[in-house]
């Protein structure tokens, strides 16, 4: 995505707004899909051990960070929420670990 930035950079006007904003929707989709599929790696973990308490916890975390994110009004607003979601998913997997079935 790095390059079709630079791509959007190297153009003026109207094209380069609207280079920028599909764009934006390119990277919102990834982010929203990746979230969607944390989601479903944390159901299919239930099938190992891991407890359907802590799935739907995780979910449920998930879910709000959508909402958040859908919200966000600003680059920087949408960054900590994907860095929030990387924090949420590194504490869900060490719990999830523990509960794993060998």
Known sequence: MASQKAICEGLTGTERSNCILQLRDKVDTVVK???YNLEEKSERLK????SE???????????QKK???????????????????KELWQSFI????AQVKA
Not at 94 to 97: I, L, P, R, V
Request: no cysteine; proline share 0%.
């Open 33 to 35: 899909f990746r979230l």
């Open 47 to 50: 099938d190992r051990g891991v």
């Open 53 to 63: 308490e802590l799935v739907v916890d995780f979910v449920s975390l998930i879910e």
């Open 67 to 85: 909402q958040e994110y859908n919200q966000a009004t600003t680059a920087e607003q949408k960054k900590a929420i994907v860095r929030e979601v």
């Open 94 to 97: 060490t719990k999830a670990k």
